[in-house]
């Protein structure tokens, strides 16, 4: 049996030396410079430039194989993972692609060859449909692809059939390229007649390879015009060509799979996998199997779970595996970290990034699995419970509050409980939760100040904001303003009126890429508008404040002033670019930017790492900002295009971020790129910068916290404010010898004499309580009453730790040797309650739990526990005599039975 290794490659060969295509590697899964995707979901997305027209390649033929996502977004396959064959979160789409080169005739006549000849698959079965015409859109049909699948090819010409726009026209956006398509199904029917089944959503006839053929541009008024260059851009399920090339009915059993279903039943201890569609053991392994590899995949290129966006994606995946395999495999610990090995066994070679870290990997996923399964028992729990509610209600739909209450309590997405109430024939009211999470959102969001406009209506003009570079002061013309969020073009703008202010050029810095817009003065002839924050909106920027005296008219002439806090706020955006590199010199090239925020205080970084940062590795990384600073190293804003930027020695850019073509880029250390080196901080930003490193006179990191799974934020401040956090500390320094009366590189020593005698003090003071409950213990026993051979020790204790109390229980259960023993202290008000019966009793009957529940009613608490055993707890200390006084009744009855 050809193995699905041999398959990729005999594709990948047929196109390259047959062909002369260029082989190129798989774009990352995650998009690291298109925002408008979650994930990389098709083999064009690392090309979508070429087709817009705004970036080539040194090749006009490529070949790869491309690892893609659709889980999330407008291409979403999660909710038909396990329950067919052939759908995945996870797959590779294999692809060959002409930019400006061949057209539809090679692309038709290659596809047949490889397919028929290469691959020898039978004829009689495959089928191709082509575009069939939009009257209604102005859009012919493509008879060309019809005639040329009859003459470049033997298929037979009934197989060829015609579909209209929502299967055969590809777009890639409302406007752009875009041209019609001609798909390539396979008919497995036994009998060869699923001809009527095309395109309609059956595993029995299934589309195999799609080919694309770019020959039109949509315009803003939704006309189509022919491209100067057409392109061609094709993609063939992997794992669906597999399933066919290797006989199986499903794609699941191909050895693309097989591996991991066989680590999952070693892990989990599971039956094995019989392939069923209507089993939910099987439903739980092809989930479990799918969603390791996405998450494999997502994580080692860089995506991280949280509650946003891909993050978010992420978690969701994560969780449904797990809770799958907690309900259906039976597992009890963490078990989707064991599985990435697998994955890597069996992709790593054709994807040799992911034995580039697979530790990070595994450690992300086990972090999750941890977090998750302390709550989900109780979630699980709680959904049965609410199901059960539902239906004996008589409804068929979980509420929206409920659903919103699993989520937040319990961290089951709305889409998981969606997908457990399908298991058991209910619905999810997801319009109810949504507007659940909106009250929520709103209420945690009510005290947030700062304005934001957006949804303008009116036509912005645009900014040049160049003058942000040169200085701090511009000249400009007024050309209107926002109000209530309604552009205003003409008029006056009285004293004391609220408003952000247009004008033709700016020296202010609008806020973006982690730096705060600025703030300061606009003044006419006429009035002065005071400026307390800046914003983009498009191409206009917005100068957002109020008059504070006389008023302003649109078309005055205008003088800006940038405020004092300038240069803090540069100062502070430097030395993040100089602790960026030095966090990749200490910690490792695994440091991803994911956010910042720079103002005149401080500067704020978030990153990726897995642990707090030791003392040592603080120290270090100040050590190497302060010397580039010290250095006083030139500071140099160059524009490059943005491919040859990406190709700079050690450069970085926010993952997530879109950036321009060309693109500004700022290097530390060297006067241009071609000086460029690992040694030099380099980086796209649109930021405001200090001319030489020196200008921030001295860095200090004042703090460190972790504000996600596998995210940490530092905080620092550079020049007067670094000084001053210096300052602080040595005067805590200086108070701290004064009261002990050493020097500074003595105070470690003499913290840990104070320590050690701190906990031998401590140790005393035990032994003294351990004393006084023994003796007060003693003194119950000796009153204790005896029943047919059995002791009755009851009574109230000094307050101590839960432990002392535990083997006082024990010592009086064991001197009496047959004994029911209850003790009972107050602490601040609170009651403590525990009991204790001997083996002989419990063998009677006799049950601690049940025991301590009715004592724990008379101090207005609740417990319970083992037969043995049991602990409770109370509000009414006042209560504690009476509740000793039932327990020893409670007892005597029971004894005398």
Known sequence: MVTAKQIRQQFLDFFVKQHGHTAVPSASVVPLDDPTLLFTNAGMNQFKDVFLGTGSRPYRRAVDTQKCIRAGGKHNDLEDVGRDTYHHTFFEMLGNWSFGDYFKQEAIRWAWQLLTEVWGIDKARLHATVFAGDPADGVQADDEAAELWRSVTDIDPSHIHRFGKKDNFWEMGDTGPCGPCSEIHIDRTPDRSGGKLVNKGSAEVMEIWNLVFIQFNRGADRALTPLPAKHVDTGMGFERVTAVLQGK????????????????????GASGYTGKLDDIKDIAYRVIADHIRCLTFALTDGARPSNEKRGYVVRSILRRAERYGRQYLGTTKPFLHELVP????????????????PEKVTGVIFEEEESFLRTLDRGIKLFQEVAERTRKSGGETISGKDTFTLHTTYGLFPDITEQMASEVALKVDRAGYDEEMERFRGESGKDRKKLVISAISGELPATDDAPKYEGTTANATLLGWVIENSVVREGTLPEGEEAALLVDRTCFYAEQGGQVGDGGVI?????????????????????????????????QRCTLEVGGLRPHIMRNHTATHLL?????????????????????????????????????????????????????????????????????????????????????????????????????????????????????????????????????????????????????????????????????????????????????????????????????????????????????????????????????????RQKAGSAVVVLGWAEEGKVGLLATVSDDLTSKGLHAGKLIGQVAQVVGGKGGGKDRMAQAGGKDASKLPEAMEKARVLATEQLKG
């Open 249 to 268: 009915a499903s794609n699941y059993d191909t050895d693309v799979f097989t591996p991991i279903f066989a680590a999952i039943q070693r892990i989990t």
């Open 342 to 357: 697998t994955v890597i066994e069996v992709m790593g070679e054709a994807f040799p990034e992911l034995k580039r870290a």
């Open 523 to 555: 003044r006419t002839e006429s009035g002065r508008f005071e400026v307390s924050d800046t914003q983009r909106l498009g191409d206009a920027i917005l100068h957002v404040g109020q008059v504070s005296a006389g008023e302003i008219r649109v078309g």
């Open 580 to 812: 960026n590199w030095a966090l990749r010199r200490v910690l490792g090239e695994h440091i991803d930017q994911k956010g910042s925020l720079v103002d005149a205080e401080k500067t704020r970084f978030d990153f990726t790492h897995p642990q707090p940062l030791t003392a040592a590795e603080i120290a270090e990384i100040e050590r190497l900002v302060n010397e580039k600073i010290y250095s006083d190293l030139p500071v140099r804003a160059v524009t490059m295009p943005l491919n040859q930027a990406k190709t700079l020695p050690g450069v970085r850019a926010v993952f997530g971020e879109k950036y321009p073509d060309p693109v500004r880029v700022l290097l530390i250390g060297a006067d241009k790129p071609s000086e460029v080196t690992v040694e030099h901080s380099v980086e796209f930003c649109g930021g405001t910068h200090l001319p030489r490193t020196g200008a921030a006179g001295f860095f200090k990191i004042v703090g460190q916290e972790p504000v996600g799974k596998g995210v940490r934020r530092l905080t620092a401040v550079t020049g007067k404010e670094a000084v001053a956090a210096v300052q602080r500390l040595a005067t805590v320094v200086d108070d701290l010898t004064g009261r002990l009366n050493c020097k500074p590189q003595e105070l470690a020593g003499r913290l840990e004499a104070l320590q050690d005698e701190i906990k031998k003090l401590q140790q005393q003071i035990k032994k003294g309580a351990a004393g006084d409950l023994q003796s007060v213990a003693d003194q119950l026993f000796a009153q204790a009453t005896e029943v047919n051979g059995s002791r009755v020790i009851t009574g109230v204790m000094p307050a101590a730790a839960g432990e002392q109390m535990l083997q006082q229980a024990d010592r009086l």
